[in-house]
């Protein structure tokens, strides 16, 4: 099993930046996707960047050019970067770890936190 933990959110007005952290912790050796979902109120989570172990990274068009996925070479931390921030982009934020063991997939989300973006 995987533990994420996630940081880093708040309030942030237009066009400023926040780095959105996650904190990975169990069978990090099994983990073979990284990525970031976010959810606004009554609207289903939706996957906005992925990380491969292979250090390849994707982006929802959405948010493509002002995010960034990043993560440490141990498998310990995940990063989001985010800039330009608009109002659009509230909404609660969750780290998620695709894993493979035993030759199934698992699916692992943390508990999310929430990013506020208002003037």
């Known amino acids: 099993q995987v533990q994420l933990v996630e940081s880093g959110g708040g309030l942030v007005q237009p066009g400023g930046s926040l780095r959105l952290s996650c904190v990975v912790s169990?069978?990090?050796?099994?983990?073979?996707?990284m990525g970031w979902y976010r959810q606004i109120p009554g609207k289903q989570r939706g996957l906005i960047a992925t990380?491969?172990?292979?250090?390849?990274?994707d982006y929802a068009d959405s948010v493509k050019g002002r995010f960034t996925i990043s993560g440490d070479n141990a498998g310990n931390m995940v990063y989001l970067e985010m800039n330009s921030l608009k109002l659009e982009d509230t909404a609660v934020y969750f780290c998620?770890?695709?894993?493979?063991?035993?030759?199934?997939?698992?699916?692992?989300w943390g508990q999310g936190t929430q990013v506020t973006v208002s003037s």
């Open positions: 169990g069978d990090i050796a099994s983990i073979n996707l």
């Open positions: 998620y770890a695709g894993t493979t063991t035993g030759g199934k997939w698992a699916n692992y």
């Open positions: 990380l491969t172990r292979g250090r390849s990274a």
